[in-house]
């Protein structure tokens, strides 16, 4: 049949995939999706291939579900994993409903796996004018994408460009049979509305305005690829030449960007926080403006959803993580050779000989001084400032003590007193990597 053979075309570059995996709700598109593969699967050498369900709790009737879809793979001889996942509660149920579906498929594949969706060209038409009427951008109504990475494996939607109306004529002449969810006529939720009052009024006047939306999806795309090319070599050019090698956290040059235009430097500022926090909406870019535009002596952030952008010495930094958090302000007492953890500030590695006497580490206090080798008494705020060292790195940068003096700095070896001449004290500050170190 015509349907088989333009599926087996779409997942012809996956058939060195180590496994397929089909997200398998019970309802039409996935019913015929898996009919499908399991019927190539006769005649073709296929990766193995099974079922994968999500049981959301969110209603009654979808108890019910794991049963069939258990029935369904049976007779097709496909393995059934159900998967019970917890809905957080919050504003839009069908985003935390798809949040945890997704996580959960996420936690399940294993590598070099692929997960296939049953989402059709009707959805991708569906999707395109929901996130067009919330205002998304480029890379929001380039809607649902053929596939992408997830987990340890990839996700693929093979049927993106097949009609719901070719889907379902499949599984009337095939015999098959599906479960209608009961929340799918539920016109209080934004997609259902959608497809139930605005596309069918679209369709009657434009009949062609789902296969039309569609591929405006898909010339977005191709719209939103060249971006992004233009955002990888912006960011290159940006790559912040940083001093301190031992600060891992993300950043970028500050003059660089200011050479692009507004527009440039929005689209590379997407692209480099995209892995890192949900994208700012139109009013937040003024975070970035203040920080851009800030004073030389100003220390201005931008706060975002999950951490924030600094600003130093021509530079901005991405902080997340550990570094949202203050850290306690205390002393430890440290031995020669000693790795020490800090809470919330990562490590510190005493090396070489202490010597006699009270040794700590803990963090700097107003108004302290110490003594360096070869250029007396200095302040530390001045030798802080020298050193060029990030504002927000200031306070977190452990200091070595001596009965209570100041005698060495964390990863300057040059700057320490006479007494600390035989230890190094090196600090492996944490990551921004969210609730990582």
């Known amino acids: 049949m015509i349907l088989r053979a333009r599926l087996l075309e779409h997942l012809a570059p996956w058939r060195a995939a180590s496994a397929w995996r089909v997200a398998f709700s019970g309802g039409l598109d996935s019913t015929v999706l898996l009919h499908l593969l399991a019927t190539l699967a006769q005649g073709e050498r296929l990766p193995p291939i099974s079922a994968i369900h999500i049981h959301h709790g969110l209603q009654a009737a979808a108890d019910a579900w794991p049963a069939h879809c258990r029935a369904v793979c049976e007779a097709l001889g496909v393995s059934l994993d159900v998967v019970y996942v917890q809905v957080k509660q919050q504003a839009s149920i069908e985003q935390a409903a798809r949040d945890a579906r997704y996580r959960a498929f996420a936690e399940t594949l294993a590598h070099n796996e692929l997960l296939l969706t ?17 205002g998304a951008g480029v890379r929001g109504l380039s809607a649902m994408r053929p596939h992408r990475p997830l987990g340890q494996g990839y996700l693929l939607r093979p049927l993106l460009d097949v009609p719901r109306a070719e889907l379902l004529a499949y599984a009337q002449r095939e015999g098959l049979c599906w479960v209608e969810d009961p929340s799918n006529a539920d016109q209080r939720y934004a997609r259902n509305y959608l497809r ?10 434009w009949p062609l305005a789902a296969s039309n939306m569609a591929r405006a999806a898909g010339f977005l795309t191709e719209a939103g690829e060249l971006l992004d090319e233009l955002a990888v070599a912006d960011l290159h050019a940006a790559q912040a030449t940083s001093v301190f090698p031992w600060l891992t956290v993300p950043a970028l040059s500050l003059p660089a960007l200011r050479g692009l235009s507004e527009s440039r430097q929005r689209n590379a500022l997407r692209y480099w926080l995209r892995p890192l926090t949900r994208m700012p909406d139109a009013g937040h870019w003024a975070g970035w403006e ?3 535009d800030a004073g030389p002596d100003a220390s201005p952030l931008w706060r975002l959803d999950s951490g924030e952008v ?18 306690k302000r205390q ?9 020490l953890d800090l ?3 990562g490590q510190v590695v005493v090396e070489g000989e202490l010597g006699d006497g009270n040794w700590t580490v803990g963090y700097r206090q107003a108004g302290e001084a110490m003594h360096v080798l070869g250029r007396g008494h200095r302040d530390l705020k001045r030798l802080l400032n020298e050193w060029r060292l990030p504002v927000f790195v200031r306070d977190r940068l452990p200091l070595l003590r001596k009965n ?34």
Do not use: Y
């Not at 049953?118 to 919330?134: G, M, Y």
């Not at 139930?196 to 006047?205: D, G, S, T, Y």
């Open 118 to 134: 049953a989402q059709h060209r009707d959805d991708q038409a569906e999707t395109l004018l929901f996130r067009l009427l919330r």
């Open 196 to 205: 139930q009052q605005v596309m069918p009024m679209l369709e009657q006047r």
């Open 290 to 292: 203040a920080v851009r």
């Open 310 to 327: 600094r600003r130093s010495h021509d530079c901005i930094w991405w902080l997340g993580g550990d570094w949202l958090k203050a850290v």
């Open 331 to 339: 002393e430890w007492s440290v031995s020669s050779a000693q790795v």
């Open 343 to 345: 809470p919330g500030n």
């Open 404 to 437: 209570g003096t100041v005698v060495a700095l964390a990863n300057r070896p040059e700057l320490r007193s006479s007494s600390a001449q035989s230890c190094v004290i090196r600090w492996i500050p944490p990551t921004s990597d969210q609730g990582l170190s």
